[in-house]
């Protein structure tokens, strides 16, 4: 049952980004941010082995994108590269961050 949670959980995150996503890189670097806040969020809710992988592993996983920034990262002009990589990296750990601390309070 947890398989075909996780399984719609990442059909809806998916479709999300599919919906999102223009293959710009501030729209998967929004998508990436928003999938590792609620991720942070859920986690610090300690909701449960069954919410966190339907939620954690379904929705956010296949709502954030690693692909994508990496095949960004790597076309984009070499002097927006560094912006590129920072930004996903300094804001996906900080909305992580963020989430946890805001649900564990």
Do not use: K, Q
């Amino acid at each position: 049952m947890i398989v075909l949670g996780i399984a719609l959980g990442a059909a809806v995150g998916a479709a999300i980004r599919s919906r999102l996503s223009t293959f710009a890189w501030r729209a998967t670097l929004g998508l990436n941010v928003a999938g590792s806040l609620l991720l942070g969020f859920i986690t610090g809710l300690d909701p449960g082995d069954a919410w966190l992988r339907v939620v954690g592993t379904g929705f956010c996983g296949a709502l954030t994108t690693f692909a994508t920034f990496a095949f960004e990262a790597y076309t984009a002009r070499p002097r927006h590269r560094a912006v590129i990589i920072g930004c996903n990296v300094i804001g996906c750990v900080g909305a992580a961050w963020l989430g946890y601390v805001l649900a564990s309070a």
